[in-house]
Nanobody, 124 residues
Framework: QVQLVESGGGLVQAGGSLRLSCAAS????????MVWFRQAPGKEREFAAAISWTGGSAYYADSVKGRFTISRDNAKKTVYLQMNSLKPEDTAVYYC?????????????????WGQGTQVTVSS
């Protein structure tokens, strides 16, 4: 079992930065691929970024590539999402999720564990 708790969301002006954190419980965090999804009001959940269990591979949605960076610290059982050059269209609830598999997936239904989400609001 893995429990995930996100933090770091908030209100920021366009062009600003935020760093989201997702802290995991459990002893085998390093065995899980991790992902960030986001869901804007009235829209479907969408993939944002993912990282393999070793941290050796990272993947991004085209909409965030070059602005967001995903990373993980397996010793701290935490995954991060550094978000720079934020835009109003980045406004969403951001969720981290985990699956016990070396490699990532962009499909939400392939992740077993989810956090409660953290709100990110970018004002123009």
């Amino acid at each position: 079992q893995v429990q995930l708790v996100e933090s770091g969301g908030g209100l920021v002006q366009a062009g600003g930065s935020l760093r989201l954190s997702c802290a995991a419980s459990g002893r085998t965090f390093s065995n899980y691929a991790m992902v960030w999804f986001r869901q804007a009001p009235g829209k479907e959940r969408e993939f944002a970024a993912a990282i393999s269990w070793t941290g050796g591979s990272a993947y991004y949605a085209d909409s965030v590539k070059g602005r967001f960076t995903i990373s993980r610290d397996n010793a701290k059982k935490t995954v991060y999402l550094q978000m720079n050059s934020l835009k109003p269209e980045d406004t969403a609830v951001y969720y981290c999720a985990a699956r016990r598999w070396p490699e990532v997936s962009r499909r939400g239904d392939e992740y077993n564990y989810w956090g409660q989400g953290t709100q990110v609001t970018v004002s123009s």
